[in-house]
């Protein structure tokens, strides 16, 4: 098993940053593939990145791209999400999410087995 806790949230203006960092202790921490996903009110959760254990390929969405990256330090069992020229459509609470040797589709909810808390980002016009 792994556990998953998530921070950096917080309010920010359109076109500032933040960057969320999401904590695994447990199992091997490096051999899962990690997910974010988000979920805005009235919505369901969407993917926005993921990241394999294994390489390190990286997979957006669309609508995260160039603005969005995804990275991961194996040594401090921590994956980080920089989010860049924040949009208030981006608004939402941001999960992230593991899933061991995961070699399936990151950008599928289903295949994630643990979810952290979740921390909320509000981007204000």
């Known amino acids: 098993q792994v556990q998953l806790v998530e921070s950096g949230g917080g309010l920010v203006q359109a076109g500032g940053s933040l960057r969320l960092s999401c904590v695994a202790s447990g199992r091997t921490p490096s051999r899962y593939s990690m997910g974010w996903f988000r979920q805005a009110p009235g919505k369901e959760r969407e993917f926005v990145v993921g990241i394999y254990w294994s390489g390190g390929a990286t997979y957006y969405a669309d609508s995260v791209k160039g603005r969005f990256t995804i990275s991961r330090d194996n040594a401090k069992n921590t994956v980080f999400l920089q989010m860049n020229n924040l949009k208030p459509e981006d608004t939402a609470v941001y999960y992230c999410?593991?899933?061991?040797?995961?070699?399936?589709?990151?950008?599928?909810?289903?295949?994630?087995?643990?979810w952290g808390q979740g921390t909320q980002v509000t981007v204000s016009s």
């Open positions: 999410a593991a899933k061991w040797e995961a070699v399936a589709d990151v950008g599928l909810r289903d295949l994630y087995d643990y």
